[in-house]
C-alpha cells in the first residue's frame, strides 16, 4: 500500500505539480491586464507574503511592503488597479489548477482500487457472494441530491472553460491551453447581479447533463452486465437524483410555486435534450430497414418537445421505453445484435432519468407552517365565520393539538388570502401535483419540514395538504422531518415513535409502502454543538431511529444533510457509510452535495463515476463483509459519550466568549457573504438587523472560519476532549478505540484534513489587539493540542500523513490562495479604519468581497 501510495504520489507531482508550474507561467503573457508585469508580479507577491509571515509581519506590512519594493505604484488608485488585477490573475490561476487536477483524475487515483466496483466484485467472487450482492442490489440506492446553497462561485461558462480545458490538458494540446487560458482572461467571474433561484437551477443543470447523465448511466450498465450478466429484470436504479434549486423555500423569499413549476420544466427539457442528442448518435450506427423508421419518428417527438412544445402531445418515458424496446427486439431478431449496447445504454438512461432527470425536494421550515396554520385559521374565521383551529390551540398540549389537527377536512383556495407566504405555501402544495402530472411521480414527491422539533410539527403541514384537498395525492409524497440542532436529535425518537402510532399517519405510511424518510443536518447540528457532538448525535439518533422503526414496522431511510467540508459531513464521506454497523438500517444513502463538493467531486464524468462508485460500494460492502464482532462495545461507546460531551462544553465555552461573534465579524468576511452576488438565499434567516448566532446559516459561518483560515467548527474541542481522558489514565482506551473502531477513525482523519487547511501565521497580528488577543489564543491553543493529540493517536510526525495525495493537493490550493487571503485581511483593515471615507470604503468592500471568490474556489470543500 505505502509502494502504491508513494506510486501516485510520484504522479500526482508529474501531472498536477509540474504542469501546473508549466502552464501558469502563460498567465505572465496575458495581454489583458491593461498594467504592466502583473503575471511577472505575481510570484513576488507570493514570495513576499511567505517571507512576511514567517518573520510574523502583518498583512497590511507585507502588502505595503511589496508596493514599496517592487513596484512604482504612487497614489492609492493605482495601488487599488494593482490589486484588482493581482485578485483577477490568481482567481484564474485557480482555475487552471482546477482544470489540471481534473485533467490527472485517473492518474492519480486507483480508479479500479479500494471501493471501486471492479474491486467490490473482485471481493464478492473472491469471497463467494454474488448471490448475496445481487439480492442486495435490488434495493440498495445512492441518492444524490444537488443543492444550491451559496458555495458555488464559478458562472457556467467558466465551468465548461474548466472542463473543455482539462481535455486539452489530458491531450498536451499546449496550442489549444494557451488560447483557454487567454478566454479565461476575458471571461467575467462573478455575478453582476444576485442570480434568481432559476438561474441557480439552470447553472446545476449543466452538471446533470454534461456529468451525472453519463457518470450514472455508465455505473446502471456495468452493474447489470458485471454482476447480473445483463439480465437484470429489477426495476431499482441504484442510483437516484435530487434537486433543491426551485423547491428549497427555507429561508429563501425568491422561490415561489411559479419557480418550482419553471424548474420542473426546465428538468424535463433538460433531460428530453440528452434523449434527443443520443438518438441523433444512434441514427448513424442503426441504420437497418424498419430500425431507422422507428429512430426517425423517437427523434422527431424528442425535437418536437424540446423546441415546439406548446405545439406537441408531452413526450412520456414509457412512450420512449416502448419505441426503443421494440427497435431492440429488431436488431436482436433481424439485425444481429449490432450495436445492442450502444441502444442498452440509452434505454437505461430512460428507465433512470424518465421525463424528470432529478427530483424536485420541496424544503420550508415548521415555524412558516406554524404561521400559515394560524393565518389560514383566523382568516377563514373573519371571512366565513369557519373555525378549523380551536381557539385555544396555542394553549393546548401536543397531543391535543395533533387531535384537532386530524380534524381538519376543509378545502380552501389560495386566492382567498393576501398574506404572500400563506398563498405560496398552499400553491407549493398544488404544484407538486402539477409536478407530478408534467414529469412523473419521481419529478417531485417529497416534502422536508427543516427545524423539526415536535410529531405536531409533522401533523401541522398534513393539515395544510389536507386544506389543498390533496388526500387524494398525498398518497404519493413523503413528508420528511429534519432535525438539525443537537436537542433535535435528542427527541427524534420521541417524535417518531409519536407519529408512527398515529392512526393517521400511520395509514400514511402504509400508502407509502411502509418507508419512512428522516434527515438529518450536519451543518446546523456541528454549529450548535460542535464537530465531534454533533457527528456523535446523528450517529445515536440512527441507531435508535432505526430500532423504533423497525420495531413498527417501518423501513427508514436517512437522509443526510452534508456540506464540503468535515464541519459540515463533508470530506471522505464514504468512509462514514462504510464505517456504520448493522444497528443503522442500510437501505438507502442519501446525503446533499453542493456548490464546491459538486465542482470537485462530481465535475468530470471520471470523478462522478469515481466517487459514486465509491458510496455505492460502502453502503454494499457494509451490508456484505461487516465485521459484527467489531461493533461497538459498552466501554467505546462510554468513551465516545464522553468525548462527545465533554467537546460539546468545551465548545460551548468558546461561543458564549464575549467577543466570539464580534470576533468572527470583524477579521473575517462573514458580513459580506450576502454582498457577494452569489446565491439567491440570504445570508441569514430572520429580518432583525443586528446578526444573532441562531439566525446565522451554516454555510456563513463555516466558511468565515475557513476565510480566516482557522477551521473552528472542523476540530474545535476534540483536543480538549481527548486530553481530558488522557490526565484520567484512558489514553490506552481511546487509542484501542481509535484502531479498532472507523467510525471514530474517519471521524479524526476527516478533522484533521481541516486542521491542515488551517493557517494561524495569517492572522499572527491579532496577537496584538487587547480585545481579541484572548479569543485568538483560545482558539490557537486548542488547535496546537488538538494537534498533538491526533499525531499521538496516528503514531505519525505530520497530519494527514496517510493520504498523501489529498494533502499535496491542499497545500498546493493554499499556496495559490496565499496572496488572495493576505489581500482579503488587508481589506478588511482597511474598511475598518475610522479614517477611511467614501467612496475609498465601498472600493476596499468590493475588493475584499472578490478575494472571496478565489479562496473559497481554490479550497473546494471549505464551506
Not at 440528452?274 to 444512434?282: A, N
Not at 439567491?680 to 456563513?700: N, Q, V, Y
Not at 490506552?732 to 484533521?752: A, G, P, Y
Not at 495559490?816 to 472600493?843: D, F, M, N, R, W
Request: aromatic share 10%; glycine share 6%.
Amino acid at each position: 500500500m505505502a509502494n502504491s501510495t508513494n506510486s501516485y504520489g510520484d504522479e500526482f507531482k508529474r501531472n498536477v505539480t509540474d504542469k501546473y508550474i508549466i502552464y501558469n507561467s502563460l498567465f505572465a503573457a496575458l495581454p489583458y491586464s491593461g498594467i504592466a508585469n502583473v503575471g511577472a508580479l505575481l510570484p513576488i507577491l507570493l514570495e513576499t507574503c511567505e517571507q512576511g509571515f514567517v518573520k510574523d509581519k502583518t498583512p497590511t506590512e507585507i502588502i505595503d511592503y511589496f508596493f514599496s519594493q517592487h513596484t512604482q505604484v504612487i497614489t492609492e488608485q493605482e495601488k487599488i488597479d494593482h490589486l484588482f488585477k493581482y485578485v483577477q490573475y490568481m482567481e484564474r490561476q485557480v482555475v487552471l489548477f482546477d482544470a489540471i487536477e481534473d485533467a490527472a483524475f485517473t492518474d492519480v487515483n486507483e480508479i479500479e482500487g479500494p471501493g471501486s466496483l471492479k474491486a467490490l466484485i473482485r471481493e464478492v467472487n473472491f469471497s463467494k457472494k454474488t448471490a448475496a450482492l445481487k439480492t442486495k442490489l435490488q434495493d440498495f440506492t445512492v441518492r444524490i441530491v444537488l443543492t444550491a446553497h451559496p458555495t458555488q462561485f464559478y458562472p457556467a461558462n467558466v465551468l465548461g472553460i474548466i472542463h473543455d480545458m482539462g481535455q486539452a490538458i489530458g491531450k498536451n494540446d499546449f496550442f489549444t491551453i494557451n488560447q483557454y487560458i487567454q478566454q479565461l482572461g476575458l471571461t467575467p467571474f462573478f455575478n453582476k447581479k444576485q442570480p434568481s433561484p432559476t438561474d441557480e437551477a439552470l447553472n446545476l443543470m449543466w452538471y446533470l447533463e454534461n456529468v451525472f447523465y453519463y457518470s450514472v448511466g455508465n455505473i446502471y450498465n456495468n452493474i447489470v452486465r458485471e454482476v447480473f450478466n445483463n439480465e437484470y429484470e429489477g426495476t431499482n436504479p441504484f442510483i437516484e437524483l435530487g434537486f433543491w434549486p426551485g423547491g428549497d423555500r427555507d429561508g429563501n423569499p425568491f422561490v415561489n410555486s411559479a419557480t418550482t413549476i419553471k424548474v420542473a420544466e426546465a428538468l424535463k427539457s433538460s433531460i428530453i435534450v440528452c434523449y434527443y442528442r443520443d438518438v441523433r448518435k444512434l441514427k448513424r450506427k442503426l441504420t437497418f430497414s424498419k430500425v431507422d423508421l422507428l429512430l426517425s419518428a423517437l427523434e422527431s417527438r424528442l425535437y418536437e418537445n424540446v423546441f415546439r412544445p406548446d405545439q406537441s402531445k408531452p413526450i412520456t418515458s414509457s412512450e420512449i421505453i416502448e419505441c426503443l424496446t421494440q427497435i431492440r427486439h429488431l436488431i436482436i431478431t433481424e439485425d444481429h445484435c449490432l450495436y445492442l449496447p450502444k441502444l442498452d445504454s440509452l434505454l437505461n438512461k430512460v428507465h433512470l432519468f424518465g421525463t424528470h432527470f432529478a427530483s424536485l425536494d420541496i424544503r420550508q421550515d415548521s415555524r412558516i407552517h406554524h404561521k400559515v396554520l394560524l393565518n389560514i385559521s383566523e382568516s377563514l374565521f373573519q371571512q366565513k365565520g369557519i373555525t378549523i383551529l380551536p381557539t385555544d390551540y396555542l394553549s393546548l398540549s401536543e397531543a391535543e393539538k395533533i387531535t384537532a389537527l386530524q380534524k381538519i377536512q376543509d378545502k380552501v383556495d389560495p386566492a382567498l388570502f393576501t398574506d404572500t407566504i400563506t398563498v405560496d405555501t398552499l400553491e407549493s402544495i398544488y404544484a407538486i401535483a402539477q409536478v407530478q402530472e408534467m414529469n412523473g411521480e419521481a419529478g417531485c414527491h417529497r416534502y422536508i419540514i427543516s427545524n423539526c422539533q415536535g410529531a405536531v410539527n409533522v401533523m401541522e403541514l398534513y393539515a395544510l395538504f389536507r386544506l389543498c384537498g390533496a388526500d387524494e395525492y398525498i398518497s404519493k409524497v413523503d413528508i420528511v422531518p429534519l432535525f438539525e440542532t443537537i436537542d433535535d436529535l435528542n427527541t427524534s425518537e420521541t417524535i417518531m415513535d409519536t407519529l408512527y402510532t398515529n392512526t393517521l399517519y400511520a395509514k400514511h405510511l402504509i400508502k407509502r409502502k411502509q418507508q419512512q424518510t428522516i434527515m438529518l443536518g450536519f451543518s446546523d447540528g456541528t454549529k450548535d454543538g460542535g464537530y465531534l457532538q454533533a457527528n456523535w448525535s446523528i450517529f445515536k439518533s440512527k441507531e435508535v431511529l432505526t430500532t423504533i422503526s423497525r420495531n413498527n414496522g417501518i423501513t427508514v431511510k436517512f437522509f443526510d444533510g452534508r456540506g464540503g467540508p468535515p464541519s459540515r459531513g463533508g470530506g471522505k464521506t464514504h468512509q462514514f457509510y462504510a464505517s456504520m454497523g448493522n444497528q443503522i438500517e442500510n437501505k438507502e444513502i442519501q446525503l446533499t452535495v453542493q456548490g464546491q463538493t459538486i465542482t470537485s467531486n462530481f465535475g468530470t464524468i471520471q470523478s462522478a463515476q469515481y466517487n459514486l462508485e465509491q458510496l455505492v460500494s460502502a453502503g454494499v460492502s457494509q451490508s456484505l463483509f461487516s465485521d459484527t464482532t467489531k461493533q461497538l462495545s459498552q466501554q467505546d461507546r462510554e468513551i465516545l459519550e464522553t468525548l462527545g460531551e465533554l467537546s460539546f462544553q468545551t465548545y460551548q465555552q468558546l461561543k458564549s466568549h464575549p467577543t466570539f461573534l464580534s470576533y468572527l465579524q470583524k477579521f473575517s468576511p462573514l458580513n459580506y457573504y450576502s454582498k457577494s452576488n452569489i446565491a439567491s438565499r440570504p445570508a441569514k434567516r430572520g429580518a432583525e438587523t443586528d446578526l444573532r448566532f441562531e439566525d446565522l446559516r451554516a454555510i456563513p459561518f463555516v466558511g468565515s472560519w475557513s476565510q480566516l483560515k482557522q477551521n473552528v467548527p472542523g476540530f474545535y474541542g476534540v483536543g480538549s476532549a481527548l486530553q481530558a481522558l488522557k490526565d484520567k489514565g484512558l489514553w490506552e482506551e481511546v487509542q484501542s478505540l481509535f484502531n479498532s473502531n472507523s467510525f471514530f477513525r474517519t471521524l479524526i482523519d476527516n478533522s484533521m484534513m481541516s486542521m491542515v487547511k488551517s493557517n494561524f501565521a495569517l492572522t499572527k497580528y491579532i496577537d496584538n489587539d487587547s480585545t481579541y488577543s484572548p479569543i485568538w489564543n483560545i482558539i490557537r491553543n486548542e488547535f496546537e493540542l488538538t494537534t498533538q493529540l491526533y499525531l499521538a493517536l496516528n503514531n505519525t510526525t505530520s497530519l494527514m500523513e496517510g493520504d498523501k495525495i489529498g494533502k499535496q493537493s491542499i497545500q498546493l490550493r493554499d499556496r495559490i490562495a496565499l496572496p488572495l487571503l493576505t489581500l482579503q485581511q488587508y481589506a478588511l483593515g482597511k474598511v475598518q479604519s475610522e479614517s477611511i471615507e467614501s467612496p475609498l470604503k465601498e472600493t476596499y468592500e468590493k475588493l475584499l468581497t472578490r478575494t472571496m471568490f478565489g479562496v473559497i474556489n481554490a479550497a473546494r470543500n471549505a464551506v
